[in-house]
């Protein structure tokens, strides 16, 4: 719908809005094209294509979130963790991201905090989880690119985010659809909290 480089670009209508927070290239727009089974969202395989805080306006009927129709925004945040142009483009994201979060009076802040399933232990994504947590963003975790691992490793993995993170994390791959149902019922979940 719109994209914003400031927090003044921020949708100010009644909407709930799901932030998608996550390392670069952990597959945010991708997910957000799972999703809505259509290529809404830009993607690529370089990282740090994500410049700006783009929102996307859902209007679900029924479904995995439950009856009736409803409508949110997913928003696609800037990633963390790299950026084209070095260190000052990285604090320029940096306070996209949180420029985002500290101006938004109308709702209580929430999100989904990606993470790659096949790396589960990386500073970045705990600090992520720490900063979230500093803001007061009622956050859900989200293991991503979970088709990529065996059924061992997805158990080793998911157990390891749980104890490293603090929170139990939602499998869910873009590519095969797996764990889609479940997250549109979270988002649905997430949206009610700050209707």
């Known amino acids: 719908m719109t994209s914003a480089a400031r927090a003044d670009g921020v949708p100010r209508d009644e909407l709930p809005r799901i932030a998608l927070a996550g390392r670069s290239n952990v597959g945010k727009s991708s997910l957000i094209n799972a ?13 740090g294509k ?19 129709r409803w409508s949110a925004y997913l928003v696609d945040l800037p990633g963390y963790g790299y950026a ?6 990285a604090a320029e994201l940096a306070s996209v991201a949180e420029a985002y979060f500290a101006d938004d ?8 905090l990606l993470v790659d399933s096949r790396h589960p ?3 970045a994504d705990a600090a992520a989880a720490a900063w979230l947590k500093r803001l007061g963003v009622e956050t859900r975790l989200v293991a991503t690119k979970i ?3 065996s059924r061992t490793e997805r158990a080793r993995n998911l157990g390891t985010l749980e104890q490293s993170l603090g929170m139990s994390a939602l499998p869910v791959s873009a590519a095969s659809g797996e764990g889609m149902d479940e997250l549109w019922r979270t988002i649905a979940r997430l949206a009610r909290t700050v209707e």
């Open 35 to 47: 999703l809505c089974r259509a290529k809404i969202a830009r993607t690529s395989a370089a990282p």
């Open 50 to 68: 994500t410049r700006l805080v783009n929102f996307y306006r859902v209007t679900v009927e029924g479904g995995p979130g439950g009856p009736g």
């Open 84 to 89: 084209r142009g070095g260190p000052e483009a």
């Open 105 to 112: 009076e109308q709702q209580p802040p929430t999100a989904l």
């Open 121 to 123: 232990e990386l500073r």
């Open 147 to 149: 088709d990529k691992l």
